[in-house]
């Protein structure tokens, strides 16, 4: 079946600092791939996508390459801020008309002034 | 109001109350989703309803009781719950097309708490 893997958080930076959340997959075919972020006392809201491989998605400063040969899609940016503390959820769509989400579990981000 | 909205935000039930959680989209999408956040656990998706027909029941127990009267409205029926059932409820919609679906876009959820 069907899973993705995060990294265990949390993960706590200072700010400016660079940050990596990886993701790893598991699906037959091609998913279309995703990070969600939910913020303190909020639901989910859609970061960045990608739908095929070497496809970039990007939002915010924030930036993940979908990688086949690896099945990755980890979550990179360069400087992050204290309103960037949340948690970061990966998740993949495996094939068309496939309409559930899987998810990773999380990965929650501090960051420190 | 934009995008998904939920009510309540936050709501406390004995176990053998019986509440409703209400979900509306603002998006002119047509499939909708319930999914369960609990705790150190992944979301769990719980019932899928595209163009107002349930497709996807993932094995969830009979006290959850679902309701999508058009494409706009999404219902979540508990009676008598039990405490493990203390979650944050999520709703999503998206647009379902001919090749899949497209992005889900969730709302804020509802934190229950069952006593």
């Known amino acids: 079946g069907n899973s993705v893997t995060q990294m265990e958080g949390p993960v706590t930076l200072s700010e400016e600092a660079f940050l990596t959340i990886n993701c790893t997959y598991t699906?037959?075919?091609?998913?279309?791939l995703f990070w969600y972020v939910q913020y303190p006392g909020e639901g989910l809201q859609l970061l960045l996508k990608?739908?095929?491989?070497?496809d970039k998605g990007s939002n915010k400063g924030f930036e993940a390459t979908y990688r086949k040969e690896t099945t990755s899609f980890h979550l990179e940016k360069g400087s992050v801020q204290v309103s960037d503390s949340a948690v970061y959820f990966c998740?993949?769509?495996?094939?068309?008309?496939?309409?559930?989400?899987?998810f990773g579990s999380g990965t929650r981000l501090q960051v420190q002034p | 109001e934009t995008g998904v909205t939920q009510t309540p935000r936050h709501l406390v039930m004995g176990m053998t109350n019986k509440k409703s959680l209400k979900c509306e989209q603002h998006?002119?999408?047509?499939?909708m989703y319930w999914y369960k956040q609990s705790a150190k656990k992944p979301l769990e998706l719980m019932f899928v309803?595209?163009?107002?027909?349930?497709?996807e029941n993932n094995s969830v127990p009979s006290r959850f009781s679902p309701e999508c009267p058009n494409s706009s409205h999404l219902f979540l029926h508990l009676h008598t719950l039990q405490p493990e059932d203390s979650a944050l409820y999520l709703c999503?919609?998206?647009?379902?097309?001919?090749?899949?679906?497209?992005?889900?876009?969730f709302g804020p959820g509802t934190r229950l708490l069952v006593l």
């Open positions: 999503a919609s998206s647009q379902d097309t001919p090749g899949g679906s497209e992005t889900q876009y």
């Open positions: 699906a037959t075919g091609y998913p279309s």
């Open positions: 990608a739908t095929k491989a070497d």
């Open positions: 998740a993949l769509s495996d094939r068309p008309g496939r309409r559930a989400l899987t």
């Open positions: 998006l002119g999408h047509n499939a």
């Open positions: 309803y595209s163009l107002e027909e349930r497709v």
